[in-house]
């Protein structure tokens, strides 16, 4: 199998991958959904409540107090598999990271076109001016105004990530659905595939090499061409060795 999926990837220089969380774990930062993932971790209030934006409006304080402990991870450094990601697109053969992860890691690999298809925990703005700000600015402002960080005008400030009620922005999910439909090889890994719309991204491919590597099953796993049920580091270990050689 990794055999045949080494030869597609030789083969192709039009490579698409569609991301989650599970690409991140190797790197320390806990998933949803696994066993050890922040789901399972016994918070009174449910992850996907507090991460709403109802829960955002409603409750600032307890939102950014849970954010700061749980989603954000400043030593986490990107893994092999973002490694080897970044090592196909220079070489030429991928043509997008497609992620909806927030952490910026694809990036911190040297990846360029990355569509965070949920945000980033790196960019903040003011909900009235839209003005940025940057992680360090908004931890002072929480500390200065009591756990709520403020803009100067006086309006919250909130992480530019999608949180749950909101909407995907619109050209980036254009761009995904353009390169996932042009795709000769899509490659879709570490998720769960039940958040949507980003799940239902998959169902635009129309080629016959759809591969899928995820450590537990998946509704998708019936449907793709290739499928490694195991943790990447596995899958990608050995691919990293045969593009180096
Ligand atoms: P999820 O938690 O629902 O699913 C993660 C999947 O990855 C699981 O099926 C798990 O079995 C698999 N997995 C975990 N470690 C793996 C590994 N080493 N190798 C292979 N598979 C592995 O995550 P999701 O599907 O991305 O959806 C949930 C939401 O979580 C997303 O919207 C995302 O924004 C958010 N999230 C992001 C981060 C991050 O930025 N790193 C972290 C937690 C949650």
């Known amino acids: 199998m990794l055999k045949k999926l080494a030869e597609w990837l ?3 220089s039009n490579i698409v991958f569609f991301g989650g969380a599970g ?3 190797e790197s320390g ?3 949803f959904r696994s066993a050890s993932g922040l789901y399972h971790m016994g918070n009174q209030i449910p992850p996907e409540v507090i991460l709403s934006r109802n829960f955002f409006d409603s409750n600032t304080k307890q939102f950014y107090d849970f954010y700061f402990e749980h989603m954000i991870y400043p030593e986490a450094q990107p893994n092999l598999t973002h490694q080897l990601l970044a090592k ?3 070489m030429g053969k991928l043509k997008a990271v497609i992620t909806q992860n927030i952490d910026g890691l694809h990036q911190k690999a040297g990846s360029c076109e990355v569509l965070e298809l949920h945000g980033s925990t790196d960019h903040y703005s003011c909900l009235a001016c839209r003005k940025a700000y940057d992680i360090e600015s908004v931890e002072k402002l929480c500390a200065a105004g009591q756990g709520v960080p403020r803009c100067d005008c006086g309006a919250k400030i909130k992480p530019d990530v999608v949180l749950y009620g909101e909407s995907l922005d619109q050209n980036t999910l254009i761009k ?3 390169y996932i439909s042009e795709a000769d090889v899509l490659i879709v890994a570490g998720t ?4 949507y719309p980003a799940a239902g991204l998959v169902d635009y491919y129309r080629g016959d090499k759809l591969v899928l590597i995820n450590a537990s099953k998946t509704s998708y796993d019936r ?3 290739l499928l490694f049920n195991s943790k990447l580091k596995q899958v990608v270990e050995p ?3 045969h593009f180096s050689e």
């Open 10 to 12: 030789d083969q192709s």
């Open 23 to 25: 690409v991140s774990t």
């Open 29 to 31: 930062i806990p998933d």
């Open 88 to 90: 196909l697109e220079d």
């Open 176 to 178: 995904a659905v353009n």
């Open 192 to 195: 769960s595939l039940v958040v």
């Open 223 to 225: 449907r793709v061409d």
């Open 239 to 241: 691919l990293l060795a």
